[in-house]
Nanobody, 132 residues
Framework: QVQLVESGGGSVQPGGSLRLACTIS????????MGWFRQAPGKEREGVAV???????SVADSVKGRFTISLDNAKNTLYLEMNNLKFEDTAMYYC??????????????????????????WGQGTQVTVSS
């Protein structure tokens, strides 16, 4: 049984940093996408960053230069390093796992997107609040 458990959320002032972690268990395939999504109140869940089994990382345009995704295989843990946080980063953040090619990010109308339908396993989420 695949389980994803997020941690590391919290409250931070604008310009601050947080590191989210997602411990992964039960996912045995060598072909994978591991991703971070977020959902703000009243908005759809959107992709933030994706790491695939080729080692390729990709982040949304809105967080480029501020967020970094990484995977520690030895610890079975996915990370999202978030710097220079902004009010608009406030959301519930979810870890997810899926199988290529359907989970691979793409550009739709010029906008970076990670297809939610390509991710079959989801964590329960961790809240990130950016406020002064």
């Amino acid at each position: 049984q695949v389980q994803l458990v997020e941690s590391g959320g919290g409250s931070v002032q604008p310009g601050g940093s947080l590191r989210l972690a997602c411990t992964i268990s039960g996912y045995t395939s060598n072909n994978y996408c591991m991703g971070w999504f977020r959902q703000a109140p009243g908005k759809e869940r959107e992709g933030v960053a994706v790491f695939d089994n080729s080692g390729t990382t990709s982040v949304a345009d809105s967080v480029k230069g501020r967020f970094t995704i990484s995977l520690d295989n030895a610890k079975n843990t996915l990370y999202l390093e978030m710097n220079n946080l902004k009010f608009e980063d406030t959301a519930m953040y979810y870890c997810a796992a899926g199988s290529p090619p359907h989970c691979l990010p793409r550009r739709v109308g010029g906008n970076w997107t990670a297809p939610r339908a390509g991710f079959h396993y989801w964590g329960q989420g961790t809240q990130v609040t950016v406020s002064s």
